[in-house]
Every structure is written in C-alpha cells, then in structure tokens.
C-alpha cells in the first residue's frame, strides 16, 4: 500500500509545536480507566474518575441560572411568547427581555447568520453593561461577540504575529491556551514570572528585564497578556499593580491583552475586580494612550456556560484601517453562535434589583459563588497541611496550584519513567485515586519547581473524600519516595 499522503511528519510543524495541558496526557490516561471502569467494574481501586482538571462546572453537576435559560428558551422558541401558559411557565422579566432581544434580530431569526460582530441590539446591551460596570464608556463598535473567549484570542494572535521573531508577553504560569496559539502561529512566547512567594504578583522591573532581553535577541514584543484573575494561579491583582502593566504597556507600546473571564470569580473580601479598561481610564488614559483588548466569556463566573460558546472582546486604541483588517478577519467566520450571543448579553446585563426574576436569580449567583469560595479554601487548607506542599490563596478564579516540593527518589523515578516530575505524581495521583489534576508544567513553572493543578468545581459533598483520598495517596507516595 502506498505511503499514506498524510502523516505526522508532513503536517503544519507548528501543530506539532503546540501542547494544550489541560486536556493532554493525564487526562487522555483518565479517559481510559473510565473506560476499563466501565467494562471492567471493580478492577481498579476506586469507583469514579473526579476530573479536577479542566474549569467546566456544569460537568460536575453546577446549575444554570434560571432567568439565563428562561430567555434562551424563549428566544430559540419564539411561539411560546404567543402561548397564554407562557405566563405562567416563564417569569415577566424573561418574557419582557427575550421580546425586546427579539426585536433586535432582524426577522426575530435566531438561526440566521448575524452581524460578523454579533448582533448590534446585543452589543449595545454588552456596552451598556460594560459602561455600567467601570463607570466609563464603552461602545458598541468595540465589541466582537465570539464563541467563547478562545476564538478572540486566536484572532489577536493571528492579526499581531507575522513571524517567529515576533513576541508575545505571558506569564508563568500562564493558561495554555496563550502558548498553544502563540506555537499555532508561528510567533515566541516571551515570559514574564509570576512571583509564587508573593502571592502570585508581578514586579514590573522583571518585565522590563525581559523585554530588554527579547529585543535584544531580536524579538520584536508586540503584545502583553495579562489574565486576571489568574489561571492556573487564582490572584487578583492589586490596583497598583493594575497601573504599573498599563503603564509600561503604554510606555513601551504594547498591546495590552485582558484576559478577564474570571472577572465573577472572587473570593476574598480584600480585593475586587478592576476591569484594565478601567484602569487605564482612571489614569487618564485613552484610546490614544493604550491599545487594549479585553476578553469576557460565558464560560466561568456564577454561570458556567462553557458548552454554549459565548464571550467578546472588546477592542480599544486601534486605528480606523487596523479596526477593518480584525473585522475582515471575523468576518471570515461569518458570525459567533447566536446562543452564545444572547448568553454574553445576559451576563453582562443581569437581573437588577426590583427586577421579578431579581431576588431568585440573586439566590442561585450568591449561592454558586459563595459555594465555590468555601470549596476554594477547603482544598487550600488541605493541601497546605499536607508535607512538602505550599498552597498560595485562591482569591478568584476556580484553581489551586500547590507547589509539591518531591523527593530526589521521586524525581529519578520520574525521569526514569520519561515523564516530568510533577506529570509522574499526576499519573500515579490518578491511578490511585482516580483524581484527574493537570501537571504543572502544562502551564510552566519556575524551572526545579513542581505544581499541580486542582480545580475547586466537584460539589461540594465530594470535596472532604477527594481531600481524603488525596491526602492518603500523597503520604503514600511521599513515604514510598523519601530520601
Ligand atoms: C484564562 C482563560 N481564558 C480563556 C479561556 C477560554 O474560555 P472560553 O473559550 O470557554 O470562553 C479559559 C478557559 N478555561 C480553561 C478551560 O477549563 N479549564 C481551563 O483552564 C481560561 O481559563
């Protein structure tokens, strides 16, 4: 037979280059022993697979908000509005919002292709929204709605970089998602460390080191990326700190990439999310001053809507012929779902008070945040009393990311096993246990460091067995390696 015309060694290079940790090796191994689980029942030592590995809620049994679904199913289902039980199936304020964004599709058509930038009637509820929130501007144009916050990002990488030798600035850790579109189009990742002994922050002297040395390896550095709160990390970052990155962005012109899908995920009282955009108004900056993409998604906060593929990025500071080349660019696409449109409409226009769905609505968001921060601090604790782990707080988004510092014996057994360090203790959590956890070096590390990452998504019921699951196997393993 012939050689088959397509192989591995004759594909794109740069998607050989690229690596997305969140759904690699650990958890294609999980995949299997589900599956040996379900032929096989009682051939390994536990009953279920927990995936810890991946932010998706709503696979871990998290519930949609009511009001959110209740104008999907009007919008997807425009006859219901002339039924009489209507009324009493479906709230007023769902009715009256899933008629008035009716009204703004043309046709009423939730199945035809919209706007490339989605629906205008739904951009301007998003500007609105936006408006609302930092107290400055925001307009309609700005906005492109996506399918999910991903797609937005791809496009900015796709627009900024034109070869190898153009950088992108991320941290490391970072969410791979940056390092697999920076290998998937062909440009260099230029790191900047976030520092873990303080909590995760940045010191804007070490960006201008890095920056220096990129340049000075010829990397022209077009973009910095900036995800708060933090994936796989979990800080909110200080006001302060807010200012020095739009500073220095501004100062050695670069674009500033927010990525701010976690912007409802915050935990703790001290600190609260301050949209970049804000920031830089506040400092008196414009659109002249700073080029600034913030990404928002429906796929985290109190709503979880991973599967419906929503989110935007709102674009500021690019010029007129610049502003057409993303918006060809888009258009390539034809247009984001129509769901995941009217979903980002939603989360940025939520029920308000005296609103009729407001007080049930208010319930089920305080009730999923405040349960995500108990579960937050639970595993926190746990892993922190657990020997050779730190464990920094998580302050928003929905991960922890313990440092295992693992014995030599561990090490040479990992290399042994041709596996870093942190992806053998991974595995073999798995194998134990059947917790599904992402290696830290799915998301990089300072080099001689191990981490994992552990999502805080099970419910809440499951997390004192993970916990001491968890803290059984890593006593094993530990006793089983220790110098
Ligand atoms: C920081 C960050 N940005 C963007 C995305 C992409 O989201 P959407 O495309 O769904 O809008 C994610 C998803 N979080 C991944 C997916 O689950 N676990 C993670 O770490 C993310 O964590």
Known sequence: ?????????????????????????????????????????????????????????????????????????????????????????FSADAISRATNILASIPGRATGAYSHSQGIKGLRDAIAAGITARDGFPANADDIFLTDGASPGVHMMMQLLIRNEKDGIFCPIPQYPLYSASIALHGGA???????????????????????????????????????????PT?????????????????????????????QENIYVDNKKFNSFKKIARSMGYNEEDLTL?????????????????????????FSAPVR???????????????????????????????????????????????????????????????????????EGAMYLFPQIRLPRKAIEAAKAAKKAPDAFYALRLLETTGIVVVPGSGFGQVPGTWHIRCTILPQEEKIPAIISHFKAFHESFMAKYRD
Not at 242 to 259: H, P, S, T
């Open 189 to 231: 990742l230029v790191p900047y460390y976030l520092d873990e002994s303080t909590g995760w922050g940045l010191e804007v002297s070490d960006l201008k080191k890095q920056l220096e040395d990129a340049r000075s390896k010829g990397i022209d550095v077009r973009a910095l990326v900036v995800i708060n709160p933090g994936n």
């Open 324 to 394: 057409e080349q993303i918006y060809k660019v888009a258009s390539v696409n034809l247009c984001s779902n129509i769901t995941g449109q009217i979903l980002a409409s939603l989360v940025m226009n939520a029920p308000k008070v005296g609103d009729a769905s407001y007080a049930s609505y208010k319930a089920e968001k305080d009730g999923i945040l405040q349960s995500l921060a108990r579960r937050a601090k639970a595993l926190e604790d746990a892993f922190n009393n657990l020997e050779g782990i730190t464990c920094n707080k998580a």
């Open 234 to 262: 979990g800080q909110v970052l200080a006001e302060e700190n807010q200012r020095d990155i739009v500073k220095f962005c501004k100062n050695e012109g670069l674009v500033l990439l927010a990525d701010e899908v976690y």
């Open 1 to 89: 037979m012939a050689a088959p015309a397509v192989a591995v060694d004759n594909l794109n290079p740069k998607v050989l280059k690229c690596e997305y940790a969140v759904r690699g090796e650990v958890v294609m191994h999980a995949q299997r022993l589900q599956q040996q689980l379900q032929t096989q029942p009682g051939s390994l030592p536990f009953d279920e697979i927990l995936y810890c590995n991946i932010g998706n809620p709503q696979s871990l049994g998290q519930q949609p908000i009511t009001f959110f679904r209740e104008v999907l199913a009007l919008c997807d289902h425009p006859c219901l509005l002339e039924r009489e039980e209507t009324k009493s199936l």
């Open 293 to 317: 993409v913030s990404f928002q998604s429906v796929s985290k906060g109190y709503y979880g809507e991973c599967g419906k593929r929503g989110g935007y990025m709102e674009i500021t500071g």
